[in-house]
């Protein structure tokens, strides 16, 4: 069965670092692009950064480019997001979802992970 399990999320204060993780199972990780999005208390979910298959190329939205990285390890089949100089906006439950490079609706979400950032 096709599974992706976030882990990693908690409570940071203000500019505080965290590094959430996403394991992926039931599934050929490798050729999945893979994404992080978020979802904040009362809003709707939004796209967060993406790597693609092999990881070559990766994409993050305007407002957390050079706070965010995202990063993935076929051989361990996860995906990880390194999010440091963390503000209250960050907080939301942050989901992974993993995407067939070819075959854009075959999809997958985790259940995602709380991040909470208050001082």
């Known amino acids: 069965q096709e599974q992706l399990v976030e882990s990693g999320g908690g409570l940071v204060q203000p500019g505080g670092s965290l590094r959430l993780s996403c394991a992926a199972s039931?599934?050929?990780?490798?050729?999945?692009?893979m994404s992080w999005y978020r979802q904040a208390p009362g809003k709707e979910r939004e796209w967060v950064a993406s790597i693609t298959s092999g990881g070559n190329s990766t994409d993050y939205v305007d407002s957390m480019k050079g706070r965010f990285t995202i990063s993935r390890d076929d051989a361990k089949n996860t995906v990880a997001l390194q999010m440091n100089n963390l503000n209250s906006e960050d907080t939301a439950v942050y989901y992974c979802?993993?995407?067939?490079?070819?075959?854009?609706?075959?999809?997958?979400w985790g259940r995602g992970t709380q991040v909470t950032v208050s001082s």
């Open positions: 979802k993993g995407r067939h490079f070819a075959y854009s609706r075959i999809e997958y």
């Open positions: 039931g599934f050929v990780f490798s050729v999945y692009d």
